[in-house]
């Protein structure tokens, strides 16, 4: 096991020499899975950068490998569901349709094998990895995020599992199985780039910070536990990792590769809250929220700003109220609203709702016309 980083504006030329000083050589048929979760309009930061797939389609093709890159739709409310296709305008990555050197695939339509971790079904794309792939590069983006903290290689391959899947994991231990899945498709390479990467609240509400870092191992555990440190975060406290690696799915990098590389740690990166604020007095909880429940609650604030006039009376309690108000959606720790008025949202926030007496609105997912009409009713 080993990293490789690199921190340069020349995206080709750090690969070459990740991929080089790793000794990576890769099989024919290599498989791309990027990380794509911007929603239009989207920030930069979110998705994985053309600039950086553009230098690695380059070199692998060079290597004379077949390249595929594989993604699926994204989750999203009832109102605003990102289709495969969508996906790929909104993020550019449609440029590779056609192109004679990469396929583009709609993982959500390979043949699917059902795997049971720890006692929830997930169903995976493993013969299609069995016999169409010689190698799989996992390309996650570096970013920070409320849910998990950090969104790095383990998180990315979330988008491995169908759609059903990954709303289980929302709802069963967001943590746990994004650990687990790591057991059980694990990437021959994995690299993490940051070209911008994401600070603040990411994967969507977060800052772009233009790092010029990209980093390589075939470890998850090693690479996205050494990009935590360098970021200010102590690995061995984001829950995700340091299951993986009591898991086995990889080890955590020693203390010493930090200190190696310390001239680039960067001691100000800001790390994300598990808070979005609206005005001064309200605010939303994601708790482990699938996108679902995020969109309709998201988009509900957007038509507050859009509208206000029409929504005047909740711009106005954004502001001033005598409480904080609290939109709680998606299995929250109840500890951390404590004080305040607290709306309940989605049926992951149903016991929590019960055990605080605080209204709730059902929903798996809530309907964004629903969360609008119960958050002026209950504001
Ligand atoms: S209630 Fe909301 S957060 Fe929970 S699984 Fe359903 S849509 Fe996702």
């Not at 230098?55 to 490998?65: E, K, N, P, T, Y």
């Not at 709609?106 to 169903?123: C, P, Q, S, T, W």
């Not at 699938?290 to 998201?298: G, Q």
């Not at 949202?345 to 809530?366: H, M, N, R, T, W």
Request: aromatic share 8%.
């Amino acid at each position: 096991m080993a990293i490789a980083i690199r921190k340069s504006d020349d995206i080709r030329l750090s690969l070459e020499s990740i991929i080089s000083e790793l000794s990576f050589i890769p099989g024919k048929r290599v498989f791309i899975k990027p990380n794509l979760c911007g929603r239009a309009p989207i920030k930069p930061g979110e998705n994985t950068s053309i600039a950086v797939l553009d230098a690695l389609i380059d070199i692998l093709v060079r290597m004379d490998c077949q390249v595929t890159i594989g993604h699926g739709a994204l989750l999203g409310s009832e109102e605003q569901k990102t289709t495969f296709c969508e996906t790929l305008e909104q993020s550019g990555f449609v440029k590779y349709m056609g192109s004679k050197h990469v396929t583009i695939i709609n993982i959500d339509e390979l043949e699917r094998d059902e795997v049971i971790l720890d006692g929830l079904a997930f169903h995976l794309p493993m013969s299609y990895f069995a016999n169409h792939v010689d190698t799989y590069i996992n390309l996650a983006k570096l970013k920070t995020h409320m849910e998990t903290q950090v969104s790095l290689s383990l998180k990315n391959q979330m988008g491995l599992p169908i759609p059903d899947d990954r709303v289980n994991m929302h709802k069963y231990g967001l943590n746990k199985y994004i650990a687990l899945l790591g057991s059980v498709i694990k990437p021959d390479f994995n690299i993490i780039e940051g070209f911008p990467a994401m600070e603040n609240n990411g994967p969507h509400h977060g800052t772009p910070r233009d790092t010029q870092l990209i980093a390589g191992s075939n470890d998850m555990v090693e690479l996205d536990s050494f990009i935590c440190r360098l970021i200010g975060l102590d690995p061995t406290k984001v829950e995700h990792i340091k299951l993986a690696n009591e898991a086995s799915v990889g080890k955590f990098s020693d203390q010493s590769v930090t200190r190696q590389f310390r001239e680039l740690v960067i001691p100000d990166f800001k790390l994300a809250s598990r808070e979005y604020r609206y005005g001064r007095m309200m605010r939303a909880y994601p708790g482990y929220s699938c996108s679902m429940c995020i969109s309709a609650v998201n988009n509900a604030g957007k038509e507050f700003k859009k509208h206000p006039i029409k929504y005047w009376r909740v711009l106005i309690k954004s502001i001033i109220s005598k409480h904080p108000i609290n939109i709680i959606f998606g299995s929250p720790d109840g500890s951390i609203f404590e004080k305040g008025r607290n709306i309940c949202i989605g049926s992951c926030a149903k016991e929590l709702a019960e055990a605080k007496q605080s209204v709730f609105l059902d929903g798996c997912p809530p309907k964004q016309s629903d969360v609008i009409e119960f958050i002026m009713k209950n504001i």
